[in-house]
């Protein structure tokens, strides 16, 4: 079955095997939702179960995560979907002191195929870096990373910053990062705590919309 080899070409992180597979679907009459559905998704939710079960770390889901982008180009512009009036833009960093961006940059990749503009700051982003960026794009969302617990006071840093430029209201707060979690994220003014990047992503996927109608209100 064709979509089952899109799944393990996938879990395999074979992103020039998922082009072809895709390419492939379509030629052979698939609707694009059904590729993106029954293929490219499938095969993302068969890493994420095996990463929470820790029978697969970070590089591989990254190797995954660009199969799927492989097969997604060609599916994407045939999505009536993508045609969306608010997609939604977040501003993301790793903050201060800390140099980590895999977490990050696997976040960008899987957050990329909800539609949403995504500004990535990189690794070791200022309190000020952040609040100017912030100020300048008007974000929806903004992520910051801390792989490191001697970084994480940077977080509550960004967090008083804005509020002293009167920005952050409207704007939500996401963090993550190995030494985070949701006792640290309350105490420090953050929205949401997540522990890994599937789970911000399905997230998003359910509750993106929602969130911009809010902030636009």
Do not use: W
Not at 112 to 141: C, R, W
């Amino acid at each position: 079955m064709l979509f089952q080899a899109i799944i393990k070409s996938i879990a395999t992180g074979d992103a020039e095997q998922s082009m072809a597979l895709t390419q492939r679907a379509l030629a052979q009459g698939f609707s694009a939702e059904s590729v993106l559905e029954k293929g490219l998704i499938a095969g993302m939710d068969r890493v994420a179960e095996k990463f929470r079960k820790q029978r697969v770390m970070v590089p591989e889901v990254l190797m995954a995560s660009r199969a799927m982008h492989a097969g997604l180009s060609l599916v994407e512009p045939l999505l009536e979907s993508t045609k969306k009036i608010c997609t939604g833009k977040i501003v993301m960093g790793t903050v201060a002191g800390d140099l980590h961006d895999i977490g990050l940059s696997l976040v960008k990749m899987l957050v990329m195929s909800t539609g949403t503009e995504i500004i990535n700051l990189g690794v070791d982003v200022t309190p000020k870096k952040f609040a100017a960026v912030v100020k300048k794009e008007k974000p929806h969302i903004l992520m910051m990373s801390a792989l490191l617990t001697t970084t994480m006071s940077a977080m509550k840093e960004v967090i008083d910053e804005l509020e002293s430029l009167g920005i952050r209201k409207n704007l939500i707060i996401i963090v993550g990062g190995a030494p985070i979690d949701a006792s640290f994220a309350k105490r420090i003014g953050a929205d949401y705590y997540f522990e890994d990047a599937f789970e911000v992503r399905s997230f998003l996927e359910d509750n993106l919309t929602k969130l911009i109608s809010k902030k636009l209100k």
